[in-house]
């Protein structure tokens, strides 16, 4: 007679890691969202928390794809920087190791001439 025992478990395990924004990322990320919804560029957002990657999605209407996703993925911290901005198409706009050195991408599009 075989007795098979369970590997155990204690109710006390740690979930899976996910990736998310400190606050300190999220107050640098929220500051450039409010200052374009001010200017009437991005309505709403969403984030996601996720394994590999934490992502701020911008979106101009809620029912659409987002216009512009700001991704971390902390794997990529020591090649070409875990933060990146994504634009609608997938295209990488911008990507580094300071975020708000890759956010200045979308601050240029606050700037406009007054006429």
């Given at each position: 007679m075989t007795v098979h025992i369970p590997p155990?478990?204690?109710p006390f395990e740690r979930p899976?890691?996910?990736v998310a924004f400190h606050r300190?990322?999220?107050s640098v990320i929220l500051s450039l969202y409010g200052r374009m919804v001010a200017a009437g560029e991005w309505r709403d957002y969403g984030i996601s928390c996720l394994k590999e990657m934490a992502v701020f999605s911008v979106f101009r209407r809620t029912a659409?794809?987002?216009l512009y996703r700001i991704e971390k993925r902390p794997k990529l911290r020591n090649r070409q920087?875990?933060?990146a901005v994504v634009?609608?198409?997938g295209q990488i706009l911008r990507r580094g190791h300071d975020l708000k050195s890759v956010l200045r991408v979308l601050e240029r599009k606050?700037?406009?001439?007054?006429e």
């Open positions: 155990q478990t204690t899976p890691e996910q300190t990322e999220l659409e794809i987002p920087g875990m933060y634009g609608p198409g606050l700037i406009r001439a007054v």
